[in-house]
Protein backbone atom coordinates (compact mmCIF):
# COMPACT_ATOMS: atom_id res chain seq x y z
CA UNK A 1 0.00 0.00 0.00
CA UNK A 2 1.27 3.44 -0.91
CA UNK A 3 0.12 7.08 0.59
CA UNK A 4 -1.71 9.17 -1.64
CA UNK A 5 -3.86 13.00 -0.85
CA UNK A 6 -7.05 13.68 -1.91
CA UNK A 7 -6.37 17.05 -2.77
CA UNK A 8 -9.16 18.43 -1.79
CA UNK A 9 -8.27 18.77 1.84
CA UNK A 10 -6.47 21.37 1.01
CA UNK A 11 -8.82 23.10 -1.11
CA UNK A 12 -7.67 26.57 -0.58
CA UNK A 13 -3.93 25.77 -1.89
CA UNK A 14 -3.12 26.28 -5.42
CA UNK A 15 -2.89 22.99 -7.73
CA UNK A 16 0.77 23.50 -7.67
CA UNK A 17 1.45 24.08 -4.04
CA UNK A 18 -1.06 21.06 -2.92
CA UNK A 19 1.20 18.32 -5.49
CA UNK A 20 4.04 20.38 -3.80
CA UNK A 21 1.94 18.95 -0.08
CA UNK A 22 1.67 15.66 -1.28
CA UNK A 23 5.06 15.19 -2.57
CA UNK A 24 6.56 16.56 0.82
CA UNK A 25 4.55 14.16 2.56
CA UNK A 26 6.12 11.34 0.78
CA UNK A 27 3.17 10.36 -1.13
CA UNK A 28 3.47 8.83 -4.64
CA UNK A 29 -0.04 9.21 -5.92
CA UNK A 30 -2.83 11.74 -5.75
CA UNK A 31 -6.37 11.64 -5.95
CA UNK A 32 -7.96 14.83 -7.85
CA UNK A 33 -11.99 15.85 -7.81
CA UNK A 34 -14.03 16.06 -10.97
CA UNK A 35 -16.71 17.84 -9.57
CA UNK A 36 -20.18 16.98 -8.18
CA UNK A 37 -20.30 17.80 -4.47
CA UNK A 38 -16.71 19.27 -4.86
CA UNK A 39 -16.05 22.84 -6.54
CA UNK A 40 -12.95 20.53 -8.05
CA UNK A 41 -10.52 23.30 -7.07
CA UNK A 42 -7.28 21.80 -8.95
CA UNK A 43 -8.93 20.24 -11.81
CA UNK A 44 -11.85 21.48 -14.71
CA UNK A 45 -12.55 18.34 -16.19
CA UNK A 46 -14.19 19.78 -19.39
CA UNK A 47 -11.38 21.49 -20.15
CA UNK A 48 -8.59 18.80 -19.90
CA UNK A 49 -11.25 16.27 -21.77
CA UNK A 50 -11.41 18.51 -24.56
CA UNK A 51 -7.70 19.76 -24.70
CA UNK A 52 -4.77 17.70 -25.24
CA UNK A 53 -1.94 20.48 -24.41
CA UNK A 54 -3.64 21.17 -21.19
CA UNK A 55 -3.74 16.88 -20.11
CA UNK A 56 -0.02 17.01 -21.33
CA UNK A 57 0.56 20.21 -19.23
CA UNK A 58 -1.74 18.15 -15.92
CA UNK A 59 0.24 15.35 -16.52
CA UNK A 60 3.80 16.68 -16.51
CA UNK A 61 2.99 18.19 -13.32
CA UNK A 62 2.28 15.06 -11.36
CA UNK A 63 5.16 13.16 -13.16
CA UNK A 64 7.38 15.87 -12.21
CA UNK A 65 7.18 15.41 -8.50
CA UNK A 66 7.46 11.87 -8.88
CA UNK A 67 3.31 11.40 -8.65
CA UNK A 68 0.93 9.75 -10.28
CA UNK A 69 -2.86 10.19 -10.67
CA UNK A 70 -4.24 7.41 -8.74
CA UNK A 71 -8.05 7.96 -9.32
CA UNK A 72 -10.21 10.79 -10.44
CA UNK A 73 -12.85 11.44 -7.96
CA UNK A 74 -16.20 12.33 -8.31
CA UNK A 75 -18.10 12.42 -5.22
CA UNK A 76 -21.49 13.00 -6.97
CA UNK A 77 -25.61 12.45 -6.04
CA UNK A 78 -26.30 10.85 -10.16
CA UNK A 79 -29.87 10.00 -8.99
CA UNK A 80 -30.63 13.14 -7.51
CA UNK A 81 -34.04 14.66 -8.69
CA UNK A 82 -32.40 17.87 -9.42
CA UNK A 83 -28.79 17.94 -9.90
CA UNK A 84 -28.58 14.12 -10.90
CA UNK A 85 -28.82 14.98 -14.32
CA UNK A 86 -26.02 17.30 -14.25
CA UNK A 87 -23.71 15.39 -11.63
CA UNK A 88 -23.74 12.25 -14.56
CA UNK A 89 -22.58 14.23 -16.82
CA UNK A 90 -19.95 15.29 -14.85
CA UNK A 91 -19.21 11.83 -13.83
CA UNK A 92 -19.07 10.60 -17.60
CA UNK A 93 -16.26 13.79 -18.18
CA UNK A 94 -14.83 12.33 -15.21
CA UNK A 95 -14.00 8.68 -16.63
CA UNK A 96 -13.52 10.01 -20.08
CA UNK A 97 -10.64 11.92 -18.49
CA UNK A 98 -9.19 9.16 -17.01
CA UNK A 99 -9.67 7.33 -19.94
CA UNK A 100 -7.52 9.36 -21.53
CA UNK A 101 -4.75 9.60 -19.12
CA UNK A 102 -4.82 6.07 -18.45
CA UNK A 103 -6.39 5.68 -14.72
CA UNK A 104 -8.12 2.87 -14.55
CA UNK A 105 -10.30 4.15 -11.26
CA UNK A 106 -13.12 6.81 -10.17
CA UNK A 107 -14.22 7.31 -7.04
CA UNK A 108 -17.73 8.35 -6.52
CA UNK A 109 -20.83 7.82 -5.01
CA UNK A 110 -24.33 5.60 -5.12
CA UNK A 111 -26.42 8.10 -5.22
CA UNK A 112 -30.14 7.80 -3.86
CA UNK A 113 -33.44 9.42 -5.64
CA UNK A 114 -36.40 11.29 -4.58
CA UNK A 115 -39.80 9.41 -3.51
CA UNK A 116 -41.52 10.65 -6.62
CA UNK A 117 -41.64 12.30 -10.38
CA UNK A 118 -42.03 15.44 -8.69
CA UNK A 119 -39.34 15.20 -5.65
CA UNK A 120 -37.04 18.30 -5.18
CA UNK A 121 -34.54 16.70 -3.01
CA UNK A 122 -33.55 12.74 -2.09
CA UNK A 123 -35.86 10.83 -0.02
CA UNK A 124 -32.98 8.34 1.98
CA UNK A 125 -34.91 5.21 3.60
CA UNK A 126 -32.61 4.56 6.45
CA UNK A 127 -35.36 2.21 8.37
CA UNK A 128 -37.26 -0.83 7.41
CA UNK A 129 -40.80 0.75 8.68
CA UNK A 130 -43.30 2.11 7.64
CA UNK A 131 -44.38 -0.11 4.62
CA UNK A 132 -44.76 2.66 2.19
CA UNK A 133 -40.89 3.55 3.12
CA UNK A 134 -39.88 -0.08 1.79
CA UNK A 135 -41.56 0.39 -1.13
CA UNK A 136 -40.22 3.27 -1.74
CA UNK A 137 -36.75 2.13 -1.12
CA UNK A 138 -37.59 -0.86 -3.63
CA UNK A 139 -38.61 1.42 -6.04
CA UNK A 140 -35.25 3.40 -5.62
CA UNK A 141 -33.13 0.47 -6.24
CA UNK A 142 -34.85 -0.83 -9.53
CA UNK A 143 -33.95 3.18 -10.69
CA UNK A 144 -30.22 2.96 -9.24
CA UNK A 145 -29.45 -0.36 -10.86
CA UNK A 146 -30.63 0.81 -14.61
CA UNK A 147 -28.33 3.71 -14.05
CA UNK A 148 -25.47 2.01 -12.63
CA UNK A 149 -26.09 -0.74 -15.44
CA UNK A 150 -25.64 1.74 -18.17
CA UNK A 151 -22.87 3.88 -16.54
CA UNK A 152 -20.65 0.94 -15.74
CA UNK A 153 -21.18 -0.37 -18.67
CA UNK A 154 -19.59 3.83 -20.28
CA UNK A 155 -16.90 3.56 -17.89
CA UNK A 156 -15.66 -0.41 -18.80
CA UNK A 157 -15.81 1.19 -22.39
CA UNK A 158 -13.26 3.94 -21.46
CA UNK A 159 -10.85 1.59 -19.89
CA UNK A 160 -12.20 1.98 -16.32
CA UNK A 161 -11.33 -1.14 -14.14
CA UNK A 162 -12.74 0.13 -10.92
CA UNK A 163 -15.37 2.24 -9.66
CA UNK A 164 -15.01 2.99 -5.73
CA UNK A 165 -17.86 3.96 -4.11
CA UNK A 166 -18.19 5.70 -0.88
CA UNK A 167 -20.05 4.09 1.90
CA UNK A 168 -21.68 7.23 2.87
CA UNK A 169 -24.93 7.69 4.05
CA UNK A 170 -27.37 9.59 2.17
CA UNK A 171 -26.55 6.71 -0.76
CA UNK A 172 -28.14 3.86 -1.48
CA UNK A 173 -25.11 2.05 -1.21
CA UNK A 174 -23.67 2.98 2.44
CA UNK A 175 -22.77 -0.32 4.35
CA UNK A 176 -21.50 -3.36 3.30
CA UNK A 177 -24.94 -5.12 2.79
CA UNK A 178 -25.95 -2.42 0.50
CA UNK A 179 -22.61 -2.22 -1.57
CA UNK A 180 -23.10 -5.73 -1.83
CA UNK A 181 -26.41 -5.86 -3.35
CA UNK A 182 -25.28 -3.34 -6.10
CA UNK A 183 -22.10 -4.84 -6.78
CA UNK A 184 -24.16 -8.35 -7.25
CA UNK A 185 -26.55 -6.13 -9.43
CA UNK A 186 -23.68 -4.56 -11.80
CA UNK A 187 -20.60 -6.50 -11.49
CA UNK A 188 -17.02 -6.73 -10.05
CA UNK A 189 -15.98 -3.47 -11.51
CA UNK A 190 -18.35 -1.78 -8.75
CA UNK A 191 -16.72 -1.97 -5.59
CA UNK A 192 -16.05 0.21 -2.08
CA UNK A 193 -14.17 3.64 -1.24
CA UNK A 194 -13.30 2.56 2.37
CA UNK A 195 -13.27 5.29 4.61
CA UNK A 196 -13.38 4.58 8.26
CA UNK A 197 -14.86 8.11 9.56
CA UNK A 198 -18.64 6.87 8.47
CA UNK A 199 -18.32 3.69 9.22
CA UNK A 200 -17.10 4.69 12.56
CA UNK A 201 -20.29 7.21 13.83
CA UNK A 202 -22.55 4.53 11.97
CA UNK A 203 -21.02 2.31 14.56
CA UNK A 204 -19.74 -0.50 12.19
CA UNK A 205 -15.95 -1.91 12.33
CA UNK A 206 -14.03 -0.54 9.37
CA UNK A 207 -11.86 -3.72 10.06
CA UNK A 208 -14.38 -6.30 9.80
CA UNK A 209 -15.83 -4.85 6.93
CA UNK A 210 -12.79 -4.98 5.00
CA UNK A 211 -11.98 -8.49 5.42
CA UNK A 212 -16.09 -9.58 4.80
CA UNK A 213 -15.34 -7.25 1.43
CA UNK A 214 -12.40 -8.57 0.19
CA UNK A 215 -11.35 -8.25 -3.10
CA UNK A 216 -14.21 -5.31 -3.34
CA UNK A 217 -12.25 -2.65 -1.83
CA UNK A 218 -11.46 -0.79 -4.38
CA UNK A 219 -10.31 2.49 -2.73
CA UNK A 220 -9.20 3.61 0.71
CA UNK A 221 -9.65 7.31 2.34
CA UNK A 222 -8.21 8.06 5.22
CA UNK A 223 -10.12 10.04 7.97
CA UNK A 224 -11.26 10.18 11.32
CA UNK A 225 -13.54 10.31 13.83
CA UNK A 226 -13.87 12.08 17.89
CA UNK A 227 -16.91 11.75 19.92
CA UNK A 228 -18.21 13.50 22.62
CA UNK A 229 -19.00 11.36 25.07
CA UNK A 230 -21.45 13.69 26.79
CA UNK A 231 -23.10 14.83 23.61
CA UNK A 232 -23.28 11.48 22.29
CA UNK A 233 -25.32 10.48 25.43
CA UNK A 234 -28.21 13.05 24.27
CA UNK A 235 -28.13 13.03 20.67
CA UNK A 236 -26.89 10.01 19.25
CA UNK A 237 -25.08 9.17 16.13
CA UNK A 238 -27.60 11.07 13.88
CA UNK A 239 -27.32 14.02 15.34
CA UNK A 240 -27.84 16.35 12.65
CA UNK A 241 -26.41 19.44 14.29
CA UNK A 242 -24.29 22.06 11.86
CA UNK A 243 -20.95 20.68 11.21
CA UNK A 244 -19.48 24.37 11.64
CA UNK A 245 -20.55 23.67 15.32
CA UNK A 246 -18.05 20.96 16.42
CA UNK A 247 -17.99 21.54 20.14
CA UNK A 248 -21.74 20.76 20.40
CA UNK A 249 -21.99 17.67 18.15
CA UNK A 250 -22.03 14.09 19.38
CA UNK A 251 -19.11 13.32 16.98
CA UNK A 252 -16.75 15.33 14.09
CA UNK A 253 -14.27 14.36 11.92
CA UNK A 254 -10.88 14.40 12.71
CA UNK A 255 -6.97 14.19 11.21
CA UNK A 256 -5.92 10.67 11.31
CA UNK A 257 -4.74 9.40 14.60
CA UNK A 258 -6.99 11.83 16.74
CA UNK A 259 -10.01 10.21 17.44
CA UNK A 260 -8.89 6.36 16.84
CA UNK A 261 -5.10 5.51 18.09
CA UNK A 262 -2.47 3.07 16.23
CA UNK A 263 -3.89 -0.11 17.28
CA UNK A 264 -7.24 0.69 15.63
CA UNK A 265 -5.49 1.66 12.61
CA UNK A 266 -2.95 -0.72 12.41
CA UNK A 267 -5.28 -3.39 12.64
CA UNK A 268 -7.25 -1.86 9.77
CA UNK A 269 -4.16 -1.55 7.51
CA UNK A 270 -4.05 -5.44 8.28
CA UNK A 271 -7.17 -6.05 7.78
CA UNK A 272 -6.93 -4.26 3.92
CA UNK A 273 -4.40 -6.74 3.29
CA UNK A 274 -5.84 -9.68 4.48
CA UNK A 275 -8.83 -8.33 2.18
CA UNK A 276 -5.76 -8.60 -0.60
CA UNK A 277 -5.68 -4.41 -0.98
CA UNK A 278 -2.47 -2.80 -2.52
CA UNK A 279 -3.53 0.08 -3.49
CA UNK A 280 -3.47 3.93 -1.78
CA UNK A 281 -4.55 5.53 1.10
CA UNK A 282 -5.61 8.49 0.36
CA UNK A 283 -5.67 11.11 3.26
CA UNK A 284 -8.57 12.86 2.76
CA UNK A 285 -8.73 16.13 5.61
CA UNK A 286 -12.04 17.26 7.33
CA UNK A 287 -10.89 18.33 10.50
CA UNK A 288 -12.41 21.58 11.43
CA UNK A 289 -10.22 22.23 14.35
CA UNK A 290 -6.91 22.14 12.76
CA UNK A 291 -5.27 24.06 9.56
CA UNK A 292 -5.32 21.59 6.50
CA UNK A 293 -2.27 22.16 5.87
CA UNK A 294 -1.55 20.73 8.96
CA UNK A 295 -3.49 18.54 9.45
CA UNK A 296 -2.59 16.66 5.61
CA UNK A 297 1.06 16.52 7.46
CA UNK A 298 0.26 15.47 10.88
CA UNK A 299 -1.94 12.63 9.16
CA UNK A 300 0.69 11.81 6.52
CA UNK A 301 3.37 11.23 9.45
CA UNK A 302 1.25 8.85 11.68
CA UNK A 303 0.14 6.67 8.88
CA UNK A 304 3.28 6.36 7.92
CA UNK A 305 4.71 5.92 11.13
CA UNK A 306 2.06 2.47 10.90
CA UNK A 307 3.10 1.68 6.99
CA UNK A 308 6.84 1.55 8.33
CA UNK A 309 6.46 -1.07 10.78
Known sequence: MELSLYTDSVADLPIDQALDLAAGIGASAVEIAAGGQSSAPHMDVFELVDDAVRRREFAARLSSRGLRL???NCSAWPLHPREGARHA???RAAVRLAGQLGVTKIVTMSGCPGDSPA???INWTFYPWPPEAVALRERQWDEAVRFWEDFAAFAAGHGIERIALELHPMHLAYNVPTLLRLR????PIVGANMDPSHMFWQQMEPAAAARSLGPAVHHVHLKDVAYNDA???LAGVLDNRPFAEPFERAWTFCTVGKGHGPEFWAGFLAALGQAGYDDVLSIENEDPLEPATEGVVNAA???SGLLGR
Open 70 to 72: AAV
Open 89 to 91: EIM
Open 301 to 303: AFI
Open 231 to 233: QLG
Open 119 to 121: AQT
Open 184 to 187: GAIG
